[in-house]
């Protein structure tokens, strides 16, 4: 089974409100990061967050990790049409040096003018 | 421009004819790795190399080969393809100084999508 679980898989809203996705995995991590896809195109890194951090900012995208109870939260604020994209979380399990990026099967954002 | 480039973006084929995946990256990153993006699925990584002549397999080897004799280059073989490698491929590429990665994020090149008939 994927380590890492977006939800929802597909969110709906319109331009200007705030889009929540989360993300659930099972395993320690090093650091989890969020990516965007724009339909059928390659990923895009939007940011990383490590193991011992809590809370990061990029712009208009905050991101929380909870290592507790193994979760992410990506907040995207104000959001545009040109945010409709599908994002992924993805763990990065790399323990000896080489990376191991896990990614969920995505949440489907669809930002409504 | 920092990129990967893929070739072919496009590909139609039939069971059972030899086919290559050229992966380049010109960021001069040790790292390169493939995956394999199916619906409902997600990504899902094919092999991974960390420089040249290391390469190892990732979650879904079977029926794929991949070569790293160039820092630059590291192409996605299928000898006999078959039609459940019908997917939209993915190459990767991220910085490393020796066996330790730099930042860990990864840069993706545009997709191959391959159709084996």
């Known amino acids: 089974s994927q380590q890492g679980e977006e939800d929802p898989q597909a969110l709906s809203i319109q331009e200007g409100e705030n889009a929540t996705m989360n993300c659930s995995y099972k395993?320690?991590?090093?650091?989890l990061q969020w990516y965007r896809q724009n339909s059928g195109r390659g990923l895009v890194h939007l940011i990383l967050?490590?193991?011992?951090?809590r809370e990061k900012h990029s712009g208009r995208l905050r991101v929380t990790l909870d290592t507790s109870k193994k979760s992410s939260s990506l907040l995207i604020t104000a959001s545009r049409a040109a945010d409709t994209a599908s994002y992924f979380c993805?763990?990065?399990?790399?323990?000896?040096?080489?990376?191991?990026?896990?990614f969920g099967t995505g949440t489907r954002l669809l930002v409504s003018p | 421009e920092a990129q990967v480039t893929q070739n072919p973006r496009y590909l139609i084929t039939v069971t059972g004819k030899k086919l290559t995946v050229t992966c380049s990256q010109n960021?001069?990153?040790?790292?390169m790795s493939w995956y394999r993006q199916d619906p409902g699925l997600g990504l899902r990584q094919i092999y991974y190399?960390?420089?040249?002549?290391?390469?190892d397999k990732g979650d879904v080897p079977e029926g794929y080969k991949v070569s790293r004799k160039e820092k630059r280059n590291f192409p996605l073989i299928l000898e006999s393809p078959s039609p459940n490698q019908t997917s939209l491929y993915f190459c990767?590429?991220?910085?490393?100084?020796?066996?330790?990665?730099?930042?860990?994020?990864?840069?993706f090149g545009p997709g191959t999508r391959l159709t084996v008939l």
């Open positions: 960021m001069n990153h040790e790292y």
């Open positions: 395993t320690s991590i090093n650091n």
């Open positions: 967050i490590r193991s011992n951090e």
């Open positions: 990767a590429s991220g910085a490393g100084r020796g066996s330790i990665p730099v930042n860990n994020e990864q840069f």
């Open positions: 993805a763990t990065d399990l790399s323990n000896t040096g080489f990376q191991k990026l896990v």
């Open positions: 190399s960390m420089n040249v002549e290391v390469t």
